[in-house]
Structure formats: C-alpha cells, structure tokens
C-alpha cells in the first residue's frame, strides 16, 4: 500500500488525487451565504469556541465581491493560474454550514459547482446534526446526477470526549455523529472527520483514543487540526487571560506523529496542521510556517522511520 503515497509517509489527498485522477486537485474555498445551528440561535449564538464569525471560512472567496457559485469558483481558478501541474479543482463548501439551508437553495448551489467543467468533485463541511433525511435524499440525487464527479462530506468531530465537546460548544453528542457516520455510508458518500490536537484539557491519550475511534467508524479521510487561537472567538479570552495554553511546534509535531502512527493506513490525510488567517491568528505564530512544519514532519518521521498506520 505505501508504494501509492508517493514518498510520504502518510496517505495524503495529494497522493489519493494523483492516483484516481492522474493529476493534482487544487481546492477553492467557497461561501454560500449559510450560517449555523450554533450561530443563528437554534443551539447557541456564540459558535464553537473556537470558530471565527467568518465560520471557518476565513480563506473562501469573498461573497459580498463575489456572490455566485460559479463566479467564486471562477476567482478562485485565477489563483492558481500559475501552477503547473493540475487543471482541475476540488469545489469546498467551506463557510459555516453547508448543509443547513433550503434544500432548493442547496441544490442550486451544489449543482453549479458540479456543472463547471474544471471541477473534479464538492467537499462539503457540516455538522451532523444537519443531516436531516430530506438531505440526504439531495445528496444522492446529486451523485445520480453527477455519475462522473464525486460528493464528499466533512463533518466536524474534533473529540469523541462529551466533557470536552461540552467545553467548545459543540452542541451535539457522539452518538449523532455515528448515527451521520452510518447514513452516509448508506448513501455510498465519502466521509471526512475533523480532528482537533491540543484542545483544552486533552492529553495525547485522550487524542489517540479519537484517533482508535475513528479507525473503527470506516471513515474514508481525516483532518488532523492543530488548536488555533483567533481575534473574536471564545478561545481569545481564556489566551488573553492565561488560562489556555498552546502546543508548541515540537510538542505539536510529537502528538501528530503519534496520530498517525495509531490512525489506520487506508485513511486518506486531508490536512495535517491547519490554516489560521493571518490577520485573525494570536497563537501559536509559529503555525504560520506551513511549510517548514510539514518539511520538519517528514524529517522527524524519517529520523523514528515510522509511517501512517505502523502503531495500528
């Protein structure tokens, strides 16, 4: 199986891609104008604790310049106009939460991304909790529709721990989650998991034991996120204060490497540190390096010669 991950020690969607697709799959953040159960005040107002008001959506395009599907799609294509490999793009529901609206309103906005000829596939973020049947009855229709494309689903776990999913706010227990987990895999939809390393009173056990739970749920990809403070969420106060430390890129780098070692070796790695707005980032700065931390993870994985799944 390692000889498919192109040279990394993990299976990453840049290696997934190039597999199925012959090519490297650039993604396009984009905003549909949603909001969220824990936003608009059906659950709370405030969001998870550590969500931005931009929910989550801090790199997609624009919507109040660019407030179309396909004109998002088509800025966000201009951004990589300079790459050379890849012509094709992964369209990703980012902003919010992209199942929690009108099913007429989804589906307009779903088919336009899948109409637009460059577009390989939709990543769609959710929660759970808004997987409600008549959802999922889009969804299939929208892959009977788009035999040649795919549809993704990405939901937002980050801790399998009721006292810590308590603490953030998430607003829904685990047993939702594996309830959304079993119908999607009903409807034959792909789906990605949301982790967080370093949350508030999680030691590495506590991560691993996520991590040994997912491996059991027969979830096709995962994204490893590192713990992000930003300007205006719940998080900035208890920073500000003292109360909440953060990882530093050592420690970060050592519970990452044990993520992978436990996480199971047909788990596709979507993401391995996170991305944190520059302008809206307090902590940990050092995070802004993306690419010195993903090269300083190699490096540490070659020097312990471990690899994604060897603990698993």
Known sequence: MREHWLGKPYYSLDAFCKNTYGEKLYKIALNAGLTCPNRDGTLDTGGCIFCHAGGSGDFAVDMAAVPTIPAQLAAGRKLFREKKTGNHFIAYFQAYTNTYGPVPYLRTIYEDALTEESVRGISIATRPDCLEEEILTLLVDIKRKFPDKFVWIEL???????????FIRR????PCFD????MLHAASIPVIVHLIIGLPGESE???LATIDYLNHTGIWGVKLQLLHVLKGTGLETLFQNGTLSVLSKEAYLDILIHCLEHLSPETVVHRLTGDGAKELLLAPLWSLRKKEVLNSLHHEMKIRRTFQGRLN
Do not use: F, K, P
Not at 156 to 166: F, N
Not at 179 to 182: D, G
């Open 179 to 182: 309830n959304a987990v079993r």
């Open 171 to 174: 607003g829904y227990d685990l």
């Open 156 to 166: 937002g776990l980050q801790t399998i721990h009721e006292r810590t999913a308590r």
């Open 205 to 207: 056990q506590d991560v």
